[in-house]
């Protein structure tokens, strides 16, 4: 049949014809003039820019100085240079590294609320008979219209700020974009990267205007000018040299400098707790989005830059540091300061039995505390549990697993059958469960000893002082929640299972009544994540807004080192701009999925025509569902293995093929060119993972195909392509190539799908692909050993990712008695190219969803 891209129009649902946020024509470039004196020039404005698609409220004049030499050619687009202060901008771009680099910056100069007709660049009087603007650029950077220097070359261009009409809704559809390629129903049609729509302000930029050269001054003027400023410079060095002579005979110098360096060093403490860089501000909800984009860019230079500003407190920690107590700490570097750490209560007059490294941490605006904690090692497991039971303690988080990299994180301070005594406390194993990205274990915890276990107040007279909780000798319900999807010094890689790890969390009342104990391995950066991920979600409900920065820096007054890692501090700004983005998508499989699929799917010919009955509200709805679909703060992954010369063959399709960073990489032959390349890629799946692979091309693809599923010790295979599609080279996959290894055999079971015709683009029924699903989870849970699950089809993506949505979905809907088709589609979607570019695809996943949880009833 011939394909053809299919673009689907409806009420609240159309391309528009001028995106919000575009001018029709670029802004036109300033026209530029030189001055006489050296260090200014003019700028000549045109005709206004229109504001067809919003009111322009304010411009901006952008300023690039560069070296004489620098050409215009080398400069990034304006959209996209660095925006910085006056005194960045000049260090940065007359640093010869700033041109091999390619990467510059720009200043604001001035700005206005009306179009000017003509300015003066370099001035120092800022604007003048007119009004400037009152709204910062981006919300951060002023104007600072300073002297230029001469020597120098500048350019710059036009900004426009376009606010949002607050009249325009969402039905007309002339404020939205929708990429085609959501829609299109031609597989063959090449990669287009989902967009991100944001509402609020948006800016547009003219093109640089013409460079302007200012001359330097001549060496007669510069010569006098010298001498100006070196003669009285040499008169008051000589009555300073003078003066000096007296004094120091006096012997009155060293009392002065030693009073001067006295006062300094008293109050250079405080200087540094209060010093925090201007830059940084708190930042509006709707603003985190583009916040995070902007500072994702040039390779995380701007979060670089905010990371590094943290502070570095060096607080006293005259307990950690006891060589007592040097055999309690995992890390020489993670001290517990004294101000905020936990006190134990003394045993037989130890002084050092009361410490523990761990610290109290306030959340946002004191909401709740938590306590930091390095993880237990074998001589403090028993400790681990005094301090939980002393403070009253109902949650364990852990956010590390054990063993990571083949070093040990943490001692394994719980038990899993029997009752366990650790010092004068039985800890007794109740109940365990496990998901796909955590676990869930509960713990009955009792004193066993005649001592009294209590608690006794950490420092009272801090400002941190101990959580006051109330004491039994009755045995109390410890539930500890282990994240197990995150790695020592990283982030995770998607801010999805955290998010919801936490959003369970939040919905305990013991999270918010009691301390919760939190620890990784060092009990600082994955520990330092995720309180400043809860605390700042506290914030952004009470107040609209957010200030990472601030609250990170306080964090680190009350524990050392906390969020370890640029990456971490990264994360955080992610993790919150997304949650803002899509929200909380979760449903509980007995009453949300239902209000969610509650359409009525008509086909034609079983393919290209989709037909859902909806009224207008519905159709909003899902025009809303699909848009959140298409905003992504993900970088555009790149596929440059496959676009090798020694790969293009390898692959059907140009536009269907495996990303870089989770294709699966083949053993290397020696003597041969790329052998590790294979049109496939890896997918973490819920209990399993799987491979999503295009059928072989040829009979070298072939080999690879089954190489595969060798080394990656694959044992069950789903085809969901049609053997009578398949070239005769290709069917050759389907018998098992003659092996030379001297190992035993091992049985591949391969599953063929033969209920989805190719001309479908999907089942005409669910049962049969259902059925399917569930008969491939069955064998996979029986063979603990295997590799992942193989499916197949003719690009690797279509069938195979509507396969895979529904088995993700239906693993967790069988462990959590809740569903995400949401997310569930949007991760797929980042794992391969063309996954669910069918628009009919991704509403046939949640009827099929339903009908299973339908019938699905809670044990």
């Known amino acids: 049949m011939t394909r053809c891209p299919l673009n689907i129009s409806r009420q609240g649902y159309s391309l528009p014809a001028i995106a919000y946020g575009e001018a029709q024509r670029k802004p036109e470039k300033p026209i530029t003039s030189t001055n006489s004196n050296h260090t200014s020039f003019n700028l000549a404005f045109n005709s206004k820019p229109d504001d067809t698609n919003g009111p322009i409220s304010c411009y901006y004049i952008g300023i690039v100085p560069l070296l004489k030499n620098v050409s215009l050619e080398t400069l990034p687009?304006?959209?996209?240079?660095?925006?910085?202060?006056?005194?960045?901008?000049?260090?940065?771009?007359?640093?010869?590294?700033?041109?091999?680099?390619?990467?510059?910056?720009?200043?604001?100069?001035?700005?206005?609320?009306?179009?000017?007709?003509?300015?003066?660049?370099?001035?120092?009087?800022?604007?003048?008979?007119?009004?400037?603007?009152?709204?910062?650029?981006?919300?951060?950077?002023?104007?600072?219209?300073?002297?230029?220097?001469?020597?120098?070359?500048?350019?710059?261009f036009l900004i426009v700020r376009v606010d949002k009409d607050d009249k325009d809704e969402v039905q007309g559809g002339a404020h939205y974009t929708f990429l085609i390629f959501l829609f299109s129903l031609d597989p063959m049609r090449p990669r287009a990267y989902r967009q991100l729509h944001l509402s609020g302000p948006a800016y547009g930029f003219s093109g640089y205007f013409k460079p302007v050269f200012l001359e330097p001054e001549d060496e007669r003027t510069m010569l006098g000018a010298f001498f100006t400023v070196l003669v009285p410079l040499l008169a008051f060095l000589t009555m300073a040299a003078v003066i000096g002579v007296f004094v120091f005979r006096r012997g009155e110098v060293t009392q002065w400098c030693h009073w001067l360096w006295t006062s300094k060093e008293s109050s250079l403490g405080a200087e540094r707790t209060l010093l925090r860089p201007s830059t940084y501000h708190a930042i509006a909800v709707d603003d985190l989005p583009s916040e995070y984009l902007m500072r994702h860019r040039d390779s995380d230079f701007l979060f670089a830059q905010e990371y590094e500003a943290l502070p570095h407190y060096k607080l006293d920690a005259v307990a950690s540091s006891r060589k007592e107590n040097a055999c309690k700490n995992r890390y020489n570097d993670i001290r517990a300061f004294d101000a905020t750490r936990v006190k134990l209560k003394v045993i037989n007059d130890d002084e050092n039995s009361d410490y523990i490294n761990a610290n109290f941490i306030r959340g946002w605006n004191a909401r709740k505390y938590f306590i930091a904690a390095q993880a237990p090692l074998d001589t403090t497991v028993a400790d681990f549990w005094r301090m939980i039971w002393e403070q009253d303690s109902r949650l364990i988080v852990m956010v590390a697993n054990l063993f990571e990299k083949n070093r040990q994180q943490c001692t394994k301070y719980w038990p899993d059958d029997q009752p366990t005594r650790y010092g004068d406390l039985l800890v007794t194993p109740r109940e365990a469960s496990y998901f796909a990205d955590y676990a869930v274990r509960c713990f009955d915890v009792e004193p066993v000893s005649e001592s009294d276990v209590g608690s006794v107040d950490s420092n009272p007279g801090s400002e941190y002082a101990n959580v006051p909780s109330v004491r039994h000798s009755n045995a109390r319900?410890?539930?500890q929640y282990h994240f197990t999807n995150w790695n020592d010094y990283k982030a995770p890689e998607c801010s999805t299972g955290l998010l919801r790890f936490l959003h369970r969390l939040r919905a305990l009342s013991e999270f918010e009544d009691y301390p919760v104990v939190i620890h990784c391995s060092a009990g600082v950066g994955r520990t330092g994540t995720f309180i400043a991920i809860d605390s700042m979600l506290d914030q952004c409900a009470a107040e609209g807004r957010v200030d990472i920065f601030e609250y990170v820096s306080a964090l680190r007054k009350q524990r050392n080192l906390m969020v370890q890692s640029q990456e971490q501090y990264v994360f955080i700004y992610k993790a919150l701009a997304e949650w803002h983005l899509f929200g909380y998508t979760d449903m509980d499989h007995r009453f949300e999925i239902q209000k969610f699929v509650n359409y009525e799917f008509h086909f034609a010919n079983s393919s290209t025509k989709f037909f859902p009955k909806m009224g207008t509200v519905s159709s909003r709805k899902d025009t809303l569902y699909l848009q959140k679909l298409e905003r992504s703060l993900e970088t555009p992954a790149k596929c440059s293995f496959a676009a090798k010369d020694d790969n293009i063959m390898k692959n059907r399709f140009d536009s269907a093929v495996p990303y870089d960073r989770n294709r699966i990489v083949l053993r290397a032959s020696i003597g041969y060119a790329d052998t590790t390349y294979i049109n496939a890629s890896s997918l973490k799946g819920y209990f399993y993972p799987y491979v999503l692979a295009q059928d072989p091309v040829s009979e070298n693809t072939v080999f690879d195909f089954w190489r595969m599923i060798s080394e990656l010790n694959v044992t069950t295979l789903v085809m969901l392509s049609n053997e009578e599609d398949w070239s005769p080279s290709e069917k050759a996959s389907l018998h098992y190539p003659r092996t030379t290894s001297d190992t035993g055999a091992r049985n591949v079971v391969q599953f063929a799908f033969t209920a989805w015709p190719s001309t479908s683009v999907v089942p005409s029924s669910s049962e049969p692909l259902l059925s399917l699903v569930g008969r491939v989870l069955e064998r996979q849970s029986g063979l603990p050993d295997s590799g992942p699950i193989v499916l197949h089809c003719r690009n690797g993506s279509s069938e195979t990712g509507v396969y895979c949505c529904i088995s993700l979905l239906l693993e967790r809907l069988k462990a959590e008695q809740r569903v995400d088709v949401f997310q569930t589609v949007k991760g797929l979607q980042n794992q391969r190219p063309l996954v669910f570019s069918k628009l009919v695809s991704l509403f046939y996943s949640m009827p099929a969803t339903f009908k299973v949880s339908s019938s699905f009833s809670l044990r």
Do not use: H
Not at 121 to 149: F, Q
């Open 77 to 156: 687009p304006p959209q996209e240079i660095v925006m910085d202060t006056v005194s960045k901008a000049f260090n940065n771009n007359l640093n010869a590294l700033a041109a091999e680099k390619k990467r510059f910056f720009a200043y604001i100069a001035e700005s206005y609320t009306e179009y000017p007709v003509d300015t003066v660049i370099g001035d120092g009087r800022g604007v003048t008979g007119m009004k400037p603007c009152s709204v910062l650029y981006l919300s951060r950077y002023k104007a600072e219209d300073v002297v230029l220097r001469p020597g120098l070359k500048y350019t710059g």
């Open 477 to 479: 319900r410890i539930v």
